[in-house]
């Protein structure tokens, strides 16, 4: 007589597999259920779906390959920023513009066959979006004021680079300005010197008597009007007229009156 407390022998002569009492249907159901939502979860989520944005593509001249290396150490290890492309002089660097889609070009200013300054000017013409910044030793006014003039929108010295260039590529791609606070200070300086020489500035160029010819004429009224109300000739109205269209480069009188809008001299 078999004992009922011991399971049933298969047939192989080997007690019968069962499930064990701890485990029961429904918590087995349930982790299943679990399984397959862990499953659902990781294809909904997984990195098809969570791309990480996009990185700013730079272009790095510089014709010592130390100093290259370790500027490119400092970008790429910045989690939006990547080299794609090095140059060690001005051409090989107008060359990989090319050749390699970048976002921001970083030159540096003293290299051979052309200089980082030569290099701006070309690539600001063959690249309109690429943004430019000047990577340098140099501590120079002449050199900043020359960088800005060839298209540059930073101008990063070379002895802090670990500090201020990763905060320069950012500004750089936001549109923005960058200056290391010493080249701030160069250019008040030049703005405050043109002023005390008497140097006309592009917001001065008129006088005040073409100030009040712009205006009027901008408001709409004739020559005979105009000279009515300044008291002068109408002659004197046209000399001045003529001498605005020559010293804004403008055509007629709308180009005039937009002039005149930007200068606020007149509501829009």
Do not use: W
């Not at 010197?193 to 006088?207: A, Q």
Request: proline content about 6%; some cysteine; overall charge negative.
């Amino acid at each position: 007589m078999s004992d009922p407390s011991l399971p049933e022998p298969s047939a192989s002569g080997r007690p019968a597999a069962t499930t064990p009492a701890s485990a029961p249907a429904s918590a087995t159901s349930a982790a299943s259920a679990t399984s397959a939502t862990s499953a659902t979860s990781a294809s909904a989520y997984g990195p098809s779906q969570a791309s990480a944005p996009a990185k700013i593509r730079i272009l790095l001249a510089d014709d010592h390959a130390l100093v290259r290396r370790g500027v490119r150490l400092i970008l790429d290890r910045e989690p939006d920023l990547e080299v794609v492309a090095e140059a060690g002089d001005g051409a090989e660097a107008i060359d990989m513009a090319r050749t390699h889609e970048a976002d921001l070009a970083v030159l540096d200013i003293a290299m051979p066959r052309l200089t980082g300054l030569q290099a701006a000017r070309e690539l600001a013409a063959l690249k309109p979006g690429l943004r430019i910044l000047m990577l340098t030793m140099h501590d120079n006014e002449q050199y900043l004021f020359q960088a800005l003039k060839s298209g540059a929108c930073g101008y990063v010295l070379k002895s802090v680079a670990d500090r201020d260039l990763v905060a320069a590529c950012r500004a750089a791609m936001r549109d923005e300005p960058f200056l290391y606070p010493g080249a701030v200070t160069a250019l008040i300086r030049n703005y405050l010197d043109r002023v005390r020489h008497g140097e006309e500035t592009s917001d001065h160029i008129l006088t005040p008597r073409e100030e009040e010819v712009l205006k009027l004429v901008a408001e709409g009224h004739s020559s005979k009007e105009i000279a009515e109300i300044l008291f002068i000739s109408i002659k004197t109205v046209q000399r001045h007229r003529a001498n605005l269209l020559q010293k804004l480069g403008l055509r007629d009188r709308l180009e005039l009156t937009r002039y005149a809008i930007r200068a606020g001299l007149i509501e829009p």
